[in-house]
């Protein structure tokens, strides 16, 4: 795993404080409704409330019995509930109905929400309209930086997404500027912020308000440089086969909130494990950014250092033996573990990957990515279907075309939706709808010429005045563009080069060299012209909304000052682990550090989820 | 349900890993506070608590702008160095459109996102009294103009928050078809308002609303997407007759209604095959019992159902292939994938072999597939068929690398053996000979040909 790595790459700031900060602040608000109370947790925050805070740390502020939330009548004696939970319309008509009940029954007890990262209006309403605004008391717990490891916070709202870029709903985008904000309060002064996207451009401004609200300390920069980057900016990443280690771990196992779960195919045992995933795993740390081909060999290479390193007892004295124990012997036995650990990963996800003829799926994407021999994709495509493998993966297939082909011939679309729907149910038409309206599975539009004048209008016209017109062309302004930007940006290398996947030359390593994420390729982009500047053809193809603003609040603005190299990067909507490997390449190629701040860690199979309508 | 105490102390316990912590054992309290203090200085909360009164009203209440409070702070701000540009262009809003200026409302979005902030977020330690002020000054915006105005300036702020917010106040003060007409042309703040009806599932409002604008398949779909609600299948499926004459797009229209005739048809099949199965007269069910019912899904599944159970039914009845496949238009190659998957699970060879053979005008038989015959071993050896039958689709692989391919893979070593020969490499067929048995037929057959003086091999 030799890359050839600049040395002078800055260090990170220290995230734990961020832990500090919202755990204090939860136990403020707990203390809030003092006596014994029982605490009610919405499920998606168990996990990051476990990452701040133990069972212990509750109980020694008086919170009593522990709950998920499930949506079903509650069993609690306890004279004083406290709520956990999304500002989401759901969980608070779920506890209206508990406090109605209780009232029903002539019980009187004290109540409290806790709306987490913030509460929004719409909740309040429903306790109005259910009558008990004022019964229940609401608070905010403003817990938006969850550190996932020494170069990930997340915010865990994994909802962002599908709020924003499908439903149109603006409520996350303050929440971004709080969070941004409040990263900004304790590492900036930030000197530069780059961005690109309708809802990254939202969020500056929100984020802008409230600095100028909020008082502004002179201090020393941690972190100088700030990219912001709409996941709808490129779609085509994170629709992608994921094979670099991390990344393949979240596509076959799923990691959440850090932490993934081995089932007994992994621990050769008949228990599952769950294991924490980040840098403190030394085995781990070397091989996530890995292409999955080198894990293998590196992790055999460990395992007979390990061997070595054991064999070194036989012929030890007394002396050398206790010394032995008691300095390597736990190091060794922790590698051991996390070794066996990764093989048995491996293992099962090789198994799994065979199984399922991951090369063919491999050799389709990257053909849609080149946009070479477009039939026999779509014929494997149609066979996926027919053959009703993963429902999910096939979406992701014929959104992958979808992009890449600037939408399906008419013709195409109609018969892979028809035989879709009979493969895997008719009530897909609203996964179908939902699609369409995110522009990720589109029919290719008559006359193509409509979108030179199009472009022309997309700048004229704005949600405020022309509405109607924005809706008549907002099917051709989702225009991917795929195949131009991928020709103007060169993300897909010449094909007839060998690419050694052990000494990656770019970025297109993450997908064995096939394709540079463009993501990426943006930031490396703007970060090398220190602006948008040459770019102007490229953020035409992406629909505008780039921006490059400078502070002159007596920032640091020397280039080569550590806190001008270390750079975070927001993602809107979710970012993937593939991207996260890809942006610590490219730090160790150019000097840099980059922080991923993102509103959740996503891959392919949870961007699909997302638009799924098929169930009440 | 309720979980026991101990189940949740397992739950918090079982994950292998300790929480963050920090040394806190004593002290607890000073660093409390000290951490607090942080908090408050981070987010500047405890300087908003102090004027909060005066902005609430100065921004809710129309009252001009101009408290000492407001304009003291207004002239910090200005004096303070800008340090990050705008670079949002949204056009400001008209502002002669009435007598009065009611710009001077909102001087700003500093003044409506402020008292926003402070009115749905409010500062910790706040009273719960305060809010209604607001509630209260939402009610001055009376005229039409006002309202929209209210609307727009939210808009303008990019906070959904805000915009739900007065979109709910608009929903309780004016009457649905003004709402609907002013919603149209202003799509951001509509794509919230059908978000916010969508969340609160209020079903027939939406629908109202799509029906103004003229949004025939939203309406269609939102209506549609109902049976899913509907449990009970006699219900769900008359449910789905009412669909079919929904404004679907004529292409949609076609597919709900296959779900409706589909639906209906589960119902016919379930209801005789779980009297078959129950009565025990029926072979194949005895020998392979359902493991679940046939309702609600997927066509190609109830496909594959009828070649597992019906095979041999004729045209007439519901339940045979044939029929389905006619009914709902099954492409050539869709029913071949399926029928030949539901008979190799059956391991009926025979009506594998059927399925490909078809005659020529001559009455010679061949084997023609839709489907690349790669694919159709692919399937087969999924369904663990025994040699003999993978290798006769193998042979018919066209392309020789991959027969010889799939032949290794597969084991089907005679296949491997006869492509070697028809390339006359005696090369590769001599290599092969150390991966057969020794003794076996393979290893005769390769000898007898490596001994055959009438070949010519190329090496």
Known sequence: ?616 | MMKSKADEEDYWNSSKFKAFTFDDEDDEFTKLKESRQAVNSICGLVEEEEDEDEVEKVSWSGEPVGSISWSVRETASSLREQSFPKIDTTPSLPKNSSGYSLSSLFKGKEVLSDSSVRLYAPELRKPKSEYKVTAVSLEKFRSLQEKLLLLDEAVGVHDGNVITAVLIYLKKSLSKEVLFRELESRQTALRHFIHYLTESKEQRLLLELYRALGRTEDEALLQYKEHLRITDENKRRDFLKSCVSLPFSPEDAGHVQDHYTLLERQIIIEATDRQAETGGKVEIFQKFPRRASILNMPLITTLYYCCFYHYAETEGTYSSPANIRQTFRIAEKQYFVTALAARAKLKAWHDVDALFTSRNWLGFTRKKSPLSFSRVADILSKNNAPVQVLQEYVGLVDDVELRVALAQKYKCHFIVISTYRDLKDRQLLLGYRGKVERGSEEERKIDELLSNPQIRWKN
């Not at chain 1, 080069?497 to 297109?508: K, T």
Request: glycine residues 6%; neutral net charge; charged residues 25%.
């Open chain 1, 1 to 616: 795993m030799a890359h050839s790595a600049r040395r002078d790459s800055p260090e990170l700031p220290d995230f734990s404080v961020l832990k500090r900060l919202a755990r204090d602040q939860l136990i403020y608000l707990l203390e809030q409704l003092p006596g014994k109370k029982d605490l009610f947790i919405e499920a998606d925050l168990m996990s990051p409330l476990d990452r701040i805070a133990n069972v212990s740390t509750l109980k020694q502020h008086e919170v009593d019995k522990l709950y998920k939330v499930e949506y079903k009548p509650v069993v609690s004696t306890s004279d004083q509930l406290c709520f956990l939970i999304r500002p989401r319309i759901q969980t608070v008509k779920w506890v209206c109905d508990v406090v109605n009940a209780d009232k029903a029954a002539g019980k009187f007890k004290r109540y409290k929400i806790i709306f987490t990262p913030q509460k929004f209006y719409a909740c309040e309403t429903v306790l109005e309209e259910q009558g008990i605004f004022g019964d229940v008391s609401t608070d905010e717990w403003a817990f938006y930086l969850l550190p996932l490891d020494e170069d990930i916070i997340n915010l865990e709202l994994p909802e962002f997404f599908r709020d924003n870029f499908l439903e149109g709903d603006q409520r996350w985008v303050r929440t971004g500027g709080s969070a941004l904000h409040l990263f900004h309060s304790i590492y900036g002064p930030f000197s530069k912020v780059y961005g690109i996207g309708r809802c990254s451009k939202m969020v500056y401004e929100s984020w802008r308000e409230q600095v100028k609200e909020g008082e502004q300390k002179a201090r020393q920069a941690e972190v100088g440089t700030v990219f912001l980057i709409d996941r709808d900016v490129d779609f085509v990443t994170p629709l992608c086969s994921q094979v670099v280690y991390e990344g393949l771990v979240d596509d076959i196992f799923r990691i959440k909130c850090g932490c993934v779960e081995f089932g007994p195919d992994v621990t050769s045992s008949d228990k599952s494990i769950k294991v924490m995933l980040n840098s403190q795993d030394k085995v781990f740390n070397e091989i996530r950014n890995e292409h999955f081909s080198n894990v293998f060999g590196f992790l055999s290479q460990k395992a007979r250092n390990l061997q070595t390193a054991y064999d070194k007892r036989r012929g030890m004295d007394i002396k050398q033996m206790k010394t032995f124990v008691s300095e390597e012997l736990k190091g060794l036995k922790q590698e051991h573990r996390l070794l066996s650990l990764h093989i048995g990963a491996s293992e099962s996800m090789m198994k799994k990957k065979t199984k399922q003829d991951f090369q063919e799926l491999l050799k389709t994407e990257h053909s849609l990515l080149e946009g070479f021999e477009i039939r026999e994709c779509i014929s494997f495509i149609e066979e996926h279907i027919n053959r009703q493998v993963s429902m999910i993966e096939s979406l992701r297939l014929l959104c992958l075309l979808s992009l890449t082909e600037n939408g399906l011939l008419p013709k195409d679309y109609r018969s892979l939706k028809a035989q879709y729907l009979q493969s895997y149910g008719v009530d897909h038409l609203l996964t179908f709808a939902n699609l369409k309206q995110l522009g990720l599975l589109v029919e290719q539009q008559p006359g193509e010429t409509l979108t030179v004048m199009e472009s022309k209008m997309g700048k004229l016209v704005n949600d405020k005045t022309a509405g109607k017109l924005t809706d008549a062309f907002s099917s051709l302004a989702k225009k991917s563009n795929f195949r131009a930007l991928s020709r103007r940006l060169s993300l897909v290398p010449k094909s007839d080069e060998e690419y050694d996947l052990r000494v990656p030359r770019d970025m297109a390593y993450i997908f064995s060299g096939a394709y540079i994420p463009l993501s990426c390729k943006l930031i490396e982009q703007v970060l090398e012209r220190d602006g948008w500047t040459g770019l102007e053809e490229v953020t035409r193809l992406l629909n505008g909304h780039e921006f490059a603003v400078t502070g002159s609040n007596g920032a640091d603005l020397r280039p080569q000052s550590d806190a001008q190299r270390i750079i975070l990067v927001m993602f809107l909507g979710g970012c993937t682990f593939s991207e996260i490997s890809a942006l610590r390449f490219l730090g160790r190629e150019r000097g840099y550090k980059f922080i991923v701040l993102t509103t959740a860690i996503t891959n392919s199979a949870r961007l699909i989820e997302a638009m799924l309508d098929n169930h009440v």
